[in-house]
């Protein structure tokens, strides 16, 4: 496995999941929005509608299915980088101090569970009686969760070239792209196959890069969306790692409208095939600026890079790049359904091989278009997990695919 994908739709081999648990639970009606989540999902129909998926893709396509939690013990079983991240996991509580004192009294897996669902401070109690904790109250979290966690495709982002790994917009998600990282530098079946675009090695407090923000168009393209989560800064670094490394030529920066349906460039669109891609209705045309990276020369090791700014839409230039492409639009376009379906994701499919998807089963006008165009379509429930207003693809990390 190189790590390394060179489309969106190649037939899928392995992808990273990450079965929602007990941060889910964390979730109430008055701290969802402080830890970044739209709803209150109830998490044990959650967990069946995610087996579902996970269980679909293993029929479907006899795909490896990595579980996040599996991968994280394994690596957790360092004491080293367990420390590590514990530390770092305590320090916006100010307890960084009883990072030790966490290692001695909880198991691995234990320790894994308090990474990804965090830790309150009555629950820290119970190990440790004496506990002073300043003026946090006991239901304070002395490690806040992650519930946004089983949205695998942001914390980083697989390229033609190699890894982005995450620097995420809001601080209370950076903590996912830490664990995405530190697996995949570490885990005996991925560290010899990383090769890290992004962030750069010594940079601290990196700009800000989502996964969600990069699409690969070909083996020779990539586009970036600079979006609310994704800086332009941070674009320009990403580029220049791959236009160096040679295996891509050209790295669009796509200028997304700030606003709350373009939060990614994944929920502008989608491919499916090497000439269809699914959008909502005249999302392409709203996208009227972009930029092109490409490579000026690379001199005494130093990389050079030049940016000339297009003043044309998005469609334009995926006609460009996608030879003969076809456009499909959330509900076949229908103005009483494209909104409502694009609302839980309409045009977040997942592509497990060329023009094959699995898509919620509630935005049926949109999957009959689908079918309509000649793909298939698997369906999976879909009541709990569109709660977090994210699709299939944003619930997905492809590991490998079949080359195209």
């Not at 941060?23 to 969802?32: M, V």
């Not at 530390?87 to 960084?96: D, I, Y």
Request: charged share 25%.
């Amino acid at each position: 496995m190189n790590l390394r994908l060179n489309s969106e739709f190649g037939t899928l081999k392995a992808v990273l999941m990450h079965r929602p648990g007990k941060e889910i639970d964390r979730l109430t009606p008055y701290n969802k929005d402080f830890l970044l989540f739209e709803d209150v999902p109830y998490l044990e129909a959650l967990q069946r509608e995610h087996d579902a998926f996970s269980n679909l893709i293993k029929e479907s396509t006899g795909a490896q299915v990595f579980q996040l939690r599996e991968l994280l013990i394994r690596v957790l079983y360092d004491e080293v980088i367990l420390l590590q991240l514990m530390r770092e996991s305590l320090k916006r509580s100010g307890l960084v101090h009883l990072a030790e004192d966490i290692l001695e009294r909880f198991s691995t897996a234990e320790c894994a569970t308090i990474l990804t669902a965090g830790l309150k401070i009555h629950e820290l109690r119970k190990k440790l009686p004496n506990l002073n904790a300043g003026e946090l109250m006991e239901s304070a979290f002395a490690i806040s969760p992650c519930p946004n966690l089983y949205f695998q495709r942001d914390p980083m982002a697989l390229t033609p070239s190699g890894i982005i790994f995450s620097s995420m917009k809001m601080d209370g998600r950076q903590r996912e792209a830490d664990l995405l990282r530190t697996i995949f530098e570490n885990h005996m079946d991925f560290k010899d196959n990383v090769n890290r675009l992004y962030p750069i090695i010594g940079h601290d407090n990196p700009p800000s890069i989502e996964g969600g923000d990069v699409i690969v168009l070909s083996g020779k393209a990539v586009a970036i969306g600079n979006s609310e989560r994704t800086d332009e800064k941070a674009i320009y670094h990403a580029a220049k790692a791959m236009l160096a490394e040679g295996s891509v030529e050209r790295v669009y920066e796509v200028h997304l409208p700030k606003k709350r349906q373009y939060m990614h460039l994944d929920t502008v669109f989608t491919i499916l095939d090497e000439n269809l891609a699914l959008t909502y209705p005249d999302a392409l045309n709203s996208v009227l600026q972009t930029s092109l990276y490409t490579l000026k020369e690379i001199k005494d090791d130093k990389v050079h890079i030049k940016r000339e700014v297009l003043q044309e839409s998005l469609l334009t230039i995926l006609e460009r790049e996608i030879p003969h492409l076809e456009i499909l639009h959330t509900a076949d376009g229908s103005p009483d359904y494209s909104q409502r379906e694009q609302w839980f994701d309409g045009a977040n499919v997942f592509a497990i091989g060329p023009r094959r998807v699995i898509s919620y089963n509630r935005n049926i006008h949109t999957n009959r278009a689908l079918r309509q165009m000649g793909v298939d379509v698997l369906e999976i429930p879909s009541s709990e997990l569109s709660r977090g207003l994210g699709g299939p693809r944003c619930m997905t990390m492809p590991l490998s695919r079949s080359r195209v």
